[in-house]
């Protein structure tokens, strides 16, 4: 009930920012941090919860955009094209998790697999016609709420507050649920779990496909606001790194802590481009600073900086206070 509340009051007080403001800079801030805070819970429910630490979040990603796009193309509505592009990206995530939980596969090697599907699927985009091959595809500009094109940046944050809410509801349901409780209980030991009855390799294949939905939800939305997608967006590494670097740098298996990890890289990313603009690679540089940093200094995440960290008790003798 009280991760409701909290779920509830965010998405009040979000959806009120643009009836406060009609700043197009404010309200595209809020959307694309909306937006790396979908991806990163979408991560968050396979590495975090799941333990399954995924390098190819991207494949997800790009076959939801991918889906999205080429449905408009020949005319389908973008709302029922939204359902076949979550559909399409949770058949992937079953697809993969057969193919590799079923061997048993963890660990780097599950990490390195998922990267491998995610530049296949990359090959394969440039390879046929249907996706515009390196061109990529252009969706046909049709501009109305009917249409999921939306005149003003309002829209687009209403859409992406409503996916983000729904992955925050499903990371609360983890929480609480029986199946969120043997998804932890794998994460934590998979032999422990099958003794007691936990089947590791439904329960992987259940999260695997709950986080492919959600992250092509993430595809499907940036098809509609940016209009187009290319192989190289689509199933490229920056997604992948910016989805899996948001939920560690917030708190991995957390409820809130993807949220924050997203809106701290976010708004460090676009300090870092307001002062040195844009410079090539420079996200990459820092989510792996930031990353480091994390490691070192808490382990556990923004979300877990109110327990006591490693450096705290050197601190403390230092200033003479322990």
Request: with cysteine; proline share 4%.
């Amino acid at each position: 009930m009280k991760d409701a509340a909290s779920i509830a009051l965010f998405a009040v007080l979000v959806a009120c920012v643009p009836l406060a403001t009609g700043s197009g800079v404010v309200l595209n801030f809020v959307m694309m941090a909306l937006y790396a805070c979908l991806l990163a819970q979408a991560w968050n429910i396979l590495g975090g919860f799941g333990g399954q630490f995924s390098f190819g979040h991207a494949l997800f990603f790009g076959t939801g955009a991918y889906v999205q796009a080429i449905a408009q193309v020949y005319g389908v509505n973008p709302w029922a094209a939204l359902p076949l592009a979550l559909a399409a990206s949770c058949a992937v995530g079953l697809f993969v998790g057969a193919l590799t939980f079923r061997y048993g596969l963890r660990g780097s090697y599950f990490a390195l697999v998922t990267l491998a599907f995610a530049e296949v699927f990359r090959i394969l985009a440039l390879s046929v016609p249907f996706t515009g091959g390196g061109v990529g595809l252009m969706v046909p500009l049709r501009e109305s709420a009917a249409n999921m094109q939306f005149g003003t940046r309002s829209g687009y944050l209403w859409l992406v507050l409503a996916l983000v809410t729904i992955a925050l509801a499903v990371s609360a349901w983890l929480r609480h649920s029986r199946f969120g409780a043997y998804l932890q209980a794998v994460r934590d030991n998979e032999d422990a779990a099958r003794a007691v009855g936990v089947d590791p390799f439904r329960v992987k294949l259940a999260a695997i496909a709950l986080s492919g939905a959600l992250m092509g939800a993430g595809g499907a939305f940036y098809v509609q606001v940016f209009q187009y997608i290319d192989p190289g967006i689509a199933y490229g590494p920056g997604t992948s790194v910016e989805a899996l670097v948001a939920a560690i740098v917030g708190g991995m298996g957390t409820l809130w802590g993807p949220v924050m990890g997203a809106l701290a890289l976010h708004l460090l990313a676009d300090l870092t481009r307001n002062l040195f603009g844009e410079l090539p690679g420079i996200n990459m540089v820092i989510y792996g600073a930031v990353l480091v940093l994390i490691v070192m200094f808490l382990p556990r995440g923004i979300a877990g900086a109110g327990v006591p960290l490693r450096w705290w008790p050197a601190v403390q003798r230092r200033f003479g206070h322990g």
